[in-house]
Nanobody, 117 residues
C-alpha cells in the first residue's frame, strides 16, 4: 500500500485548506481511510476516518463541523477539507489505510499544515 499525502501549507486563521491522499497498491473497498495529525511536542491524534465502501465517517470533536473527509473512487483518493482553520490545527497531517479484515494499518508521509493567527 502506498499513500501519498499532499496539500499542506501555510494558512491564516479562518482560511481553508484541502489535503489529498492518493492511495495505490490495493483495492480499498475493504479499508477505512483516516487522517491523523501530530503537533510539535504532542502525541499523534486522530482527526477523521471514512469507511471506503459505506462512506460512513467519524471525526474528532476538535474538528467536527469544520473538517470533512471524502473520497473519489475513480481517483482512489481521500480528501480532508479543512475550513475555519485555527492555530491549534497546526500539525503534520498523516493519512492512513486500515484493513477492516486484518487490522493492518498503513501510513503515508506527512504533510505540514501551519495556521497563523
Amino acid at each position: 500500500v502506498q499513500l501519498q499525502a499532499s496539500g499542506g501549507g501555510l494558512a491564516q486563521a479562518g482560511d481553508s485548506l484541502r489535503l489529498s491522499c492518493a492511495a495505490s497498491g490495493r483495492t480499498f473497498s475493504t479499508y477505512s481511510m483516516g487522517w491523523f495529525r501530530q503537533a510539535p511536542g504532542k502525541e499523534r491524534e486522530f482527526v477523521a476516518r471514512m469507511w471506503w465502501t459505506s462512506g460512513s465517517t467519524s471525526y474528532a470533536d476538535s474538528v467536527k463541523g469544520r473538517f470533512t473527509i471524502s473520497r473519489d473512487n475513480a481517483k482512489n483518493t481521500v480528501y480532508l477539507q479543512m475550513n475555519s482553520l485555527k492555530p491549534e490545527d497546526t500539525a503534520v497531517y498523516y493519512c492512513t489505510a486500515t484493513s477492516v479484515r486484518t487490522g493492518n494499518e498503513y501510513w503515508g508521509q506527512g504533510t505540514q499544515v501551519t495556521v497563523s493567527s
